[in-house]
């Protein structure tokens, strides 16, 4: 088998995922949905480290047979080095036996409009400060949101942006911005090192791929508050649960000095989902959060439990909430009552919206 052939499917078939596990034929997720490659016969042992060595250089190899997983990212062309995108990749070892999740990420960097976000998520591509972070499920989304606002900066601003990602998933074209990509295990060894030394770097902006430990929330927060603009992801399914999460991944004694540097960064919540949509495809249902004084007094205070109060009545500067973007989906025909029902966090408010 051909692991080239299984990556040109991917492209091909417009799957966002290509899944390899022994016993079972090559799997794609379209549209949120898996499906087997009909084609192709269920996987053996050697197939998969057959296909799967041949993407990885000797150190990546030992560090998979050292550490049991492994993640790098690649760019994959059509033969003739002319690039059709790329993929960022984690390697595992599941019953003892290797397997291989590849993430397409396409070639070109889609702008907010092709994304279909709200037209609020252009004033974030616009500040000079501040702390934004992009939350959602995995497979929602979240790079591919936090890339189109990195590239309006790079194709609008003289600026300096840093990334520090685990691994490379974008890589921006020719812009009036510089643009550092670090990768994790290959241009630095720790998340801590890269954000301590981020500062000496001049950056104007920097992109921390995840925050996903309380030394890197720290040092994101830490680097917003000396003047930088930084972006950031979270797993998490609303503003105020990436909020909490954030304040409760700190010991109690530490707590209220992060409510205090937070409230003072905070800039803005994108938290979003891709829903199927009636015609195929997906489309994102967006929250959207503002940092305005009245959130600022609330993450202050410890009175997240009123942060969705505050959204549902801040429409008019630019606040969404996620049940207003699902009900309008539904209202233009994208989605279906019942997609809608299914993803929304309080469906009385949405039934409601719907009338």
Request: overall charge negative; aromatic content about 6%; charged content about 20%.
């Amino acid at each position: 088998m051909n692991i080239q052939e299984l990556l040109a499917i991917t492209i091909k078939n417009n799957a966002s995922d290509l899944h390899l596990l022994p016993g079972i034929p090559p799997t794609l997720r379209i549209d949120g949905s898996l499906t087997y490659i009909s084609s192709y016969k269920p996987l053996t042992k050697e197939d998969l480290e057959v296909m799967i060595f041949s993407l990885l250089n000797t150190a990546q190899k030992d560090m998979l047979l050292g550490y049991k997983e492994l993640d790098f990212s690649f760019t994959f062309d059509d033969g003739t080095h002319k690039s059709l995108g790329r993929f960022r990749s984690n390697l595992y070892y599941q019953r003892g036996y290797l397997c291989g999740a590849f993430r397409f990420l396409e070639q070109n960097i889609r702008t907010i409009e092709d994304l279909r976000l709200p037209k609020i998520v252009h004033s974030f591509a616009n500040l000079k400060q501040g702390f934004i972070l992009v939350a959602g499920p995995t497979g929602h989304g979240k790079s591919t949101t936090l890339a189109a606002i990195i590239n309006e900066i790079n194709l609008n601003k003289a600026f300096h942006i840093l990334t520090i990602e685990d691994p490379i998933e974008y890589v921006y074209p020719p812009g009036k911005s510089i643009i550092s990509q670090r990768a994790m295990g290959i241009d630095t060894h720790t998340w801590s090192n890269a954000l301590r030394s981020a500062l000496r770097e001049d950056p104007d902006v920097v992109l921390v791929g995840e925050m996903r430990d309380p030394e890197t929330i720290a040092a994101a927060i830490t680097i917003a508050e000396t003047g930088h603009l930084v972006f950031s992801t979270l797993h998490t399914n609303s503003s105020s649960q990436s909020i909490d999460r954030i304040i409760d991944s700190f010991p109690a004694e530490q707590q209220p000095q992060i409510k205090i540097q937070l409230a003072a960064t905070l800039k803005g919540i994108i938290s979003q989902r891709l829903l199927p949509q009636i015609s195929g495809g997906r489309v994102p249902a967006v929250e959207v959060l503002i940092g305005t004084n009245a959130i600022a007094s609330n993450v202050r205070e410890g009175k997240t439990h009123l942060i969705d109060s505050i959204i549902q009545t801040s429409h008019e500067v630019g606040m969404i909430t996620l049940e207003a973007s699902l009900a309008s989906l539904v209202l233009s025909g994208s989605i279906s009552h019942e997609t809608a029902k299914s993803y929304a966090l309080h469906q009385d408010y949405l039934l409601r919206m719907l009338g």
